[in-house]
């Protein structure tokens, strides 16, 4: 009998780094485009040191100010579509103003990699409709995580596992069995690595993990609140460095390449 190897799925949303203003914080556009371009340009150090695929969910708007970072992200990586602006707000949208800014944003990212865009990860998670999504070309959505965040979203009753929703795959976050203990960006950061590993082997096929570029640069100094800027920058980096390494053996898949092999 063959053992089938374990896939880590290692995901960032490129983004503009807009957090900030959720808190009340003042931080310029441009800033905050620098901040994700510094952390994006370590994750590809991060990436290529370590000869580690992964998914690179990007921002229309990110991609339209570096297009040639995202050129070079798309030569070895996959890109995946995750919204025209990152701080739209849907619910305040009709469904086909929603569809028009993803396919937008979609047309505008593949004709800078001159690639098809398969994949999508609403921002924030927000829920789009599976079917537009279906019309646009979009194969599978990464947007959902299958736990419970407290004052903004309740899929704690949602599968863990992939499946199909009006011909679209849904590739869920991982996390754990029962308790549905996460493994998104926040929890990663901000508890012990054997926390992140236990999630981990207590999935089989295929792990998911999230994070985001602006995550990669220290935030120790900015007023955030300390959930939000703990561990950033290189404390993340060597952590991840870590998991890798633990892991090294698994295989570190984008997440179109593992739907065409599972």
């Given amino acids: 009998m063959v053992v089938k190897m374990k896939t880590i799925l290692l995901t960032f949303d490129i983004e ?25 340009e370590r994750i590809i150090e991060l990436l290529e040191r370590n000869n580690v695929k992964a998914t690179f969910f990007v921002s229309a708007k990110f991609a339209k100010h570096y297009p040639n970072l ?5 030569e070895k990586h996959e890109i995946g579509l995750h919204c025209l602006e990152h701080n739209e707000n849907y619910s305040k949208m009709n469904e086909e103003e929603v569809y028009e800014r993803i396919k ?25 409709s599976y079917e537009k999504l279906n019309e646009i070309g979009i ?11 407290p004052g903004r979203y309740n899929h704690f009753f949602s599968p863990r596992k992939i499946f199909s929703k009006k011909n679209v795959k849904v590739i869920p976050l991982s996390v754990s069995p029962i308790l549905r203990l996460p493994l998104f960006w926040l929890a990663f950061r901000n508890f012990p690595l054997f926390y992140a590993r236990y999630i981990t082997n207590r999935n089989k096929n295929y792990v998911c993990l999230v994070f985001h570029p602006w995550e990669f640069v220290n935030l120790e100094t ?16 060597e952590k991840l460095q870590r998991y ?15 739907l065409l092999t599972s």
Avoid: H, W
């Fill in 16 to 40: 503009e780094f807009d957090l900030p203003l959720e808190f009340g914080r003042k931080i310029s556009e441009d800033r905050q485009l620098e901040i994700s371009k510094e952390g994006t």
């Fill in 70 to 74: 995202i050129k070079k992200i798309s």
């Fill in 104 to 128: 937008t944003a979609k047309n505008i990212i593949e004709r800078i990699i001159n690639k098809k865009i398969v994949g999508f990860r609403s921002p924030r998670f927000q829920q789009v």
């Fill in 139 to 149: 194969i599978y959505d990464s947007s959902l995580n299958p736990t419970y965040v």
């Fill in 222 to 237: 900015m007023n955030l609140p300390k959930l939000i800027k703990r561990n950033t920058g290189e404390k993340l980096i």
């Fill in 244 to 258: 890798i390494d633990i892991y090294r053996k698994c295989d570190f898949s984008t997440i179109y390449s593992y």
